[in-house]
């Protein structure tokens, strides 16, 4: 049984080299393919005789046996594509095939992959030249992200985006930093009204004004100096010039702050006022919570003592700091993705809107996860349960946009290995010729 054993093993050893063999056929075929792992073949012994002292070996042979090295990661390209997406480390993007998204039953199946060129098709929706289809969590008309499932993706839709769409921010917080002339409220003043006109921008888009209007409260005695008080009225173009809002405001005169809110109170419209006791609406941190025609709005006037607010100094009546957010409505000029996996898109506003966020999945044992067409891969047994990460946490890195992964073949390793695996396919084949020569021996002593 020796001869045939030893004719078994260099067959075997065929079998394995040509395994060996087409694993870097395959590497070098995929050196310049983005996002490519490479396969590496690993050589397991037969051992049949086991006791040393039989007087006889019977050769096992070679078992061959492939390994994906998803773990290893590639190096990062830079691209002119925003939606080029790679990952600074650890973790796969969530992605499904273009075929399961129009399925009206079952759950479309998850896939994952290191990197991908996205681009939107006809629908909007962002997928690969090869049919792969970015996955994420949509997000509120706020930004804000929902509690999703994190070890399963029914949390998890198509990235659609729509070219056309236009969007508007209505305001929701302004801050009031105006410095109010203290000389006005003193004995012979006129006591005329002080105007101040903020534009904002309404659920609508539209392009609504609150006019804040201070009247200052003038002392009644010339010896009374300077009263320090101002009545402010807050009124709503969008409610028809309708009041939202009336405040006594009394601000500071000691010397170490001088010029700042010293007191908020409530008020009648003539000013008188009705208790001398926090404004309702006048909340600890300076802000006023009023409500506009087309919702809540957060105004802050600052809190008391604070310096950058509404203050009360010399005889100037100036805006120093008035900021707001939202914006009219816009259109849509370019969608990126950050490193936390945001989708974000910007408007020709100036308007920055976030549309998704993009998890990263991660598994225990990337390596033997289930090797798909595309650089796409699929959970396994072995490979355990995936886990959906934020990016950044937990062990998963940073995302990249306009960037892809690389090929993780080394062309010169893998020529290297070549040569080794041609020199050992024909060791093997070198066995087999000698086992015939040798059997042809046995048969002619029978002639």
Not at 145 to 156: C, K, V, Y
Not at 194 to 208: H, K, M, R, V, W
Not at 309 to 318: C, E, P, R, V
Request: hydrophobic content about 35%; overall charge negative; proline content about 5%.
């Amino acid at each position: 049984m020796t001869i045939s054993s030893s004719l078994n093993a260099g067959v075997a050893g065929l079998f394995a080299n040509a395994t060996k063999l087409a694993t870097i056929s395959d590497n070098i075929a995929n050196s310049n393919t983005f996002g490519y792992k490479r396969a590496m073949a690993d050589f397991d012994s037969f051992v049949i005789t086991q006791s040393s002292s039989s007087g006889t070996y019977s050769a096992g042979g070679v078992r061959a046996s492939t390994t994906r090295l998803v773990e290893e990661r590639g190096p990062i390209v830079s691209t002119s594509n925003a939606m080029d997406i790679a990952i600074a480390g650890r973790g796969m993007l969530p992605v499904t095939t273009t075929t399961s998204v129009g399925a009206t039953s079952g759950d479309q199946p998850l896939m994952m992959t290191t990197t991908g060129s996205f681009h939107t098709d006809a629908d909007g929706i962002l997928r690969t030249k090869s049919g792969l289809v970015l996955l994420g969590v949509p997000a509120n008309a706020d930004g804000s992200i929902d509690t999703f499932p994190r070890d399963t993706s029914t949390g998890l839709e198509p990235v659609r985006i729509n070219a056309n769409q236009t969007a508007g921010d209505p305001t929701t917080q302004m801050n009031l930093g105006i410095n109010l002339p203290a000389t006005q409220t003193g004995f012979g003043m006129p006591g005329d009204p002080l105007t101040s006109s903020i534009e904002y921008f309404g659920n609508l888009g539209t392009s609504e004004t609150l006019d804040v209007t201070f009247t200052p409260m003038v002392s009644a005695l010339a010896t009374d100096g300077l009263s320090n008080t101002w009545i402010m009225d807050i009124t709503d173009s969008a409610s028809a010039g309708a009041s939202i809002g009336q405040f006594r405001l009394v601000f500071d005169d000691t010397q170490t702050d001088g010029g700042t809110l010293l007191a908020v109170t409530e008020t009648t419209q003539s000013g008188v006022p009705l208790a001398y006791q926090p404004h309702p609406d006048y909340t600890a941190d300076g802000v006023l919570e009023l409500a506009v025609d087309g919702g809540d709005m957060d105004i802050t006037i600052g809190s008391l003592g604070d310096t950058n607010g509404l203050t009360q100094l010399s005889d100037s009546f100036a805006p120093t700091s008035i900021t707001k957010d939202g914006s009219p409505v816009g259109n849509l000029t370019s969608v990126e993705i950050d490193e936390n996996g945001f989708i974000n898109a910007t408007y020709d506003t100036g308007f920055i809107r976030r549309l998704y966020q993009v998890p990263l999945v991660d598994v225990p044992s990337p390596n033997n996860l289930i090797a798909m067409n595309n650089q796409a891969y699929q959970v396994s047994p072995n490979s355990g349960s995936f886990f959906l990460w934020d990016a950044g946490d937990g062990p998963t890195g940073a995302v990249s946009g306009y960037a892809r992964e690389g090929s993780t073949t080394d062309v010169a390793g893998e020529l290297t290995a070549l040569i080794q695996t041609q020199r050992a396919y024909s060791s093997n084949a070198k066995v087999i010729q000698t086992v015939d020569e040798m059997l042809q021996e046995t048969t002619n002593i029978k002639r």
